[in-house]
């Protein structure tokens, strides 16, 4: 699995998609620098705000691209017999590709978070705003996993294009809960909060720790709410692997 998890990072690193995507991230921190000093007041929060919303949305996008084209790819393609000798378990060709995808936005948050780090300001305790924004991007890492795990499960029920759809939509459902709870309350339509404890147990509660902003950079969390990002995101991450794996069995892969 470790050979897979490198093959495909060093082929996916290849493309010029992936290229443009890390350009274009770079330079949308740059941007979000140069607004925050243009600005007279709020300018480490416009800059923060800015720079890890811009991470997260290319983390995403690497996510949602790379998981809903990675199996598809090695169908179409019928790559998998030169890559390894023999035949591997369909789990642990999922695995590889959620692996190569978790190692390419490390690198991409490591490479943006630096860059942050060097050029943003980070006023009274540096320690701490370290740690803060460590996991921030970290909660970042482990949700972009999470879509891809999703949209691995999807192609393998459906064509690339109409994948990545579903796993947008799914994306945009896991920040969206607390707002649909809202509006059924002030609409006054109490009788369809059940649709809210479905979309609870059918969709991660991403909303729950949207940490992207200064305020979290500044003023943390507690070490329950860290905890509950982290094995929220890894049992979401067994689970859609699980039911990836189950759709794939009949799969003619190898």
């Known amino acids: 699995m470790i050979s897979l998890i490198y093959i495909n990072t060093q082929e996916w690193l290849r493309l010029k998609f ?14 979000s620098y140069l607004l925050g000093t243009l600005s007279f007041t709020e300018q480490a929060r416009i800059k923060f705000d800015l720079g890890l919303a811009g991470m997260e949305i290319t983390t995403f996008l690497v996510a949602a691209f ?76 482990l949700k972009s996993v999470v879509i891809g795990a999703f949209g691995v499960m999807m192609s393998a029920i459906a064509r690339p294009m109409f994948s990545l759809v579903f796993t947008i939509s799914y994306w945009v459902l896991a920040y969206s809960i607390s707002d649909i709870e809202y509006f059924l309350q002030k609409a006054d339509l109490s009788s369809l909060n059940f649709v809210i404890t479905g979309l609870n147990f059918m969709v991660p509660q991403f ?40 759709l794939i069995r009949r799969k003619d892969i190898v």
């Open 18 to 31: 992936l290229q443009v995507v890390f350009f274009l991230s770079f330079a949308y921190v740059c941007v």
């Open 66 to 141: 790379i998981s809903t084209h990675a199996l598809y790819r090695d169908i179409e393609r019928k790559t998998f017999q030169v890559i390894l000798a023999r035949p591997i378990a369909r789990w642990n060709l999922l695995a590889g590709y959620l692996g190569s995808l978790f190692v390419l936005n490390f690198i991409l948050i490591a490479f943006l978070g630096l860059t942050m780090i060097a050029f943003f300001d980070f006023d009274g305790d540096l320690g701490s705003s370290l740690f803060n924004i460590i996991v921030i991007m970290v909660t970042i890492l």
């Open 207 to 246: 909303y729950t720790f949207n940490w992207k902003s200064y305020y979290y950079m500044k003023n943390g969390f507690s070490f329950h709410e860290i905890m509950w990002s982290l094995f929220h995101c890894a049992g979401w991450i067994f689970l859609l692997l699980f039911m990836a794996s189950l």
